[in-house]
């Protein structure tokens, strides 16, 4: 059967089952969406969701929202084509939790009220801090969006066997406008609610695929390991054929610059999370600090699983699939999950399992999409062209505009990704983040003499830097798997600028600062932001613990 696949191209299942499962997904969820728009009045509610989720609530929003179609449908294929090495995204990914657990969240939840640049900017000037907080947060944010676009055009294609760039380019423009649609009618509030339904549905069918390929197995870890690696050393692609995917190496090799890579994709996805504006922005869907911690420990949990669920897809895609077929497949790496669920449980579990993967998808965009057009309204048009004069309608009405704006252009880009690992695409999202607003964040939470030049040099050093860094990488020309294999203007030799673009962003923030040193900042509120991130005092009513 995988052989006749991967020889004809003909379509995996029935797709019009496949687009029937699809059509259900979204009519529920729109009915979701269109019952939590009634209660949709004010700019926290657009926002926020008017700050009424509890903690585990917020948790499976979270886990909805971070585990996108990178989780799901990329590291289950780096792992069955890389084996070891593509399993590293899943360490990165969860780890990096800790950093936003144990420095971040509750302080963020404190301080800020809508986005980001409401804790940068709470003791900086305004003006000019948001500013640049809101270039941040929109780079990040369609970086993200690019990747979803990338991984729905690779579903899609597969599920209805689209061969063509045309075809995969009308499921791009779909799924954009699908969502520019959700977020229109529901946003935080009914944003969150469909985060919450798809984190379930995603981890209960990662978690059934995880029971029947151990069950396949018997129960044998040992052996799965065993058949994957004979699938791979079976291979007739040449790239694959002979890779040792139980150690190191398969993806990022034993020379000096491999492991300089690797060390760059490790720090990009330790440190990105904490710098995410989709995630930094669900701390403020709850009603205390003390929920913003209890969310946060939930999500740990529920994305821990998660990730431990796909060492076993990748491996089982690995050796019940084959990464022949699953680089024949129109999502290449991408299509690893899907051709697996189709194994597992024939044409109406592959529907299944394809729904909830082109649910992660919708989720997970429409997060980014409110993201980006609230931190464009609020931070950019309220306080910095309106000088704080605008009015909460005129800032949802401008969120509402941008929003579609955002999403035309995320169509485009995604176009341009088709055929990219979106695991990868992502871990670049990661590497911005962490470069342009990690440092800027963790400087103006715990260092009181921090001011406004460095915020300033941090986050425009951290981005530029990065941007430039990954423009001329292999990975966008210069090589086969480049976003522009015919073109060759690459000279940074690495693919992830992390390890270049994280530290420069922290000494920039501290260059700055002594450059700025002599422009004094409110000492006054220094002292308000320190007392109100350690105690909340002055953002709720005191909680008992």
Same mark, same amino acid.
């Given at each position: 059967m995988n052989s006749i696949l991967a020889a004809s191209g003909t379509d995996v299942g029935n797709p019009v089952l496949n687009i029937a499962i699809f059509v259900a997904f979204v009519v529920i969820t729109m009915t979701i969406v269109i019952r939590a728009s009634r209660t949709t009045t004010k700019a926290s509610d657009f926002y926020t969701g008017g700050a009424q989720f509890t903690g585990p609530q917020n948790g499976f929003a979270i886990a909805g929202d971070y585990l996108s179609a990178a989780s799901f449908l990329g590291i289950a294929g780096a792992i069955a084509v890389y084996g070891y090495d593509g399993f590293l995204y899943s360490i990165g990914f969860l780890v990096a939790w800790l950093v936003a657990l144990l420095l971040v969240a509750e302080l963020l939840r404190n301080t800020g009220r809508f986005t980001m640049a409401d804790v940068l900017s709470f003791r900086l000037r305004q003006r000019p801090v948001r500013m640049a907080a809101a270039l941040s947060t929109l780079v990040v944010s369609l970086f993200y969006l690019l990747a979803q676009m990338a991984g729905a055009g690779g579903l899609v294609a597969l599920l209805l066997d689209i061969h063509g760039k045309v075809g995969q380019a009308v499921v791009v423009t779909v799924v954009g406008l699908l969502m520019i649609v959700y977020v229109l009618i529901g946003g935080m509030k009914g944003t969150t609610y469909v985060q919450m339904v798809k984190a379930v549905l995603l981890i209960l069918g990662a978690g059934i695929m995880f029971v029947l390929v151990l069950f396949a197995v018997r129960g044998n870890f040992s052996q799965l390991l065993a058949d994957a690696q004979s699938m791979v050393d079976n291979s007739t692609?040449?790239?694959?054929?002979?890779?040792?995917?139980?150690?190191?190496?398969?993806?990022?090799?034993?020379?000096?610059?491999?492991?300089?890579?690797?060390?760059?994709?490790?720090?990009?996805?330790?440190?990105?999370?904490?710098?995410?504006?989709?995630?930094?922005?669900?701390?403020?869907? &709850?009603?205390? %600090?003390?929920?913003?911690?209890? #969310?946060?420990?939930?999500?740990?949990? *529920?994305?821990?699983? !998660?990730y431990l669920f796909t060492l076993v897809l990748g491996y089982g895609a690995a050796k019940m699939v084959g990464p022949d077929v699953i680089l024949a497949a129109p999502g290449k790496e991408n299509s690893a999950a899907p051709l697996l669920a189709f194994e597992l449980g024939g044409t109406l579990f592959l529907a299944i399992i394809s729904a909830v993967a082109f649910a992660t998808i919708l989720a997970v965009v429409a997060g980014?999409?409110?993201?980006?057009?609230?931190?464009?309204?609020?931070?950019?048009?309220?306080?910095?062209i309106k000088r704080g004069n605008a009015s909460e309608e005129e800032q949802v009405r401008v969120s509402r505009i941008t929003v579609v704006v955002i999403g035309l252009v995320s169509i485009?880009?995604?176009?341009?990704?088709?055929?990219?690992?979106?695991?990868?695409? &992502?871990?670049? %999202?990661?590497?911005?983040?962490? #470069?342009?607003?990690?440092?800027?964040? *963790?400087?103006?939470? !715990?260092?009181?003499?921090?001011?406004?030049?460095?915020?300033?040099?941090?986050?425009?050093?951290?981005?530029?830097?990065?941007?430039?860094?990954?423009v001329f990488s292999p990975a966008v020309s210069g090589s086969p798997t480049s976003m522009f294999p015919g073109a060759d203007f690459a000279w940074f030799p690495l693919a992830n600028p992390g390890i270049v673009s994280i530290p420069l962003a922290f000494v920039l923030g501290i260059v700055g600062t002594y450059v700025g040193r002599r422009r004094l900042e409110d000492a006054g509120k220094q002292a308000e932001m320190e007392v109100r991130s350690l105690t909340g005092v002055g953002v709720e009513k005191a909680v008992a613990h």
């Open positions: 692609n040449e790239a694959v054929a002979g890779r040792d995917v139980l150690a190191p190496g398969a993806k990022y090799g034993i020379s000096s610059m491999s492991r300089l890579d690797f060390i760059s994709l490790g720090l990009a996805l330790v440190l990105g999370t904490a710098g995410l504006p989709h995630v930094l922005m669900r701390f403020y869907t &709850v009603p205390t %600090a003390k929920e913003a911690r209890r #969310s946060v420990t939930w999500a740990i949990g *529920l994305i821990g699983a !998660f980014l999409a409110i993201t980006a057009s609230a931190s464009f309204a609020h931070d950019i048009y309220a306080s910095v485009v880009l995604g176009i341009l990704a088709m055929g990219q690992n979106i695991a990868f695409l &992502v871990a670049l %999202a990661f590497a911005v983040a962490a #470069s342009a607003n990690l440092p800027t964040l *963790l400087y103006s939470l !715990f260092w009181k003499g921090f001011n406004t030049t460095g915020a300033l040099f941090s986050i425009y050093g951290g981005l530029l830097s990065c941007l430039t860094l990954i």
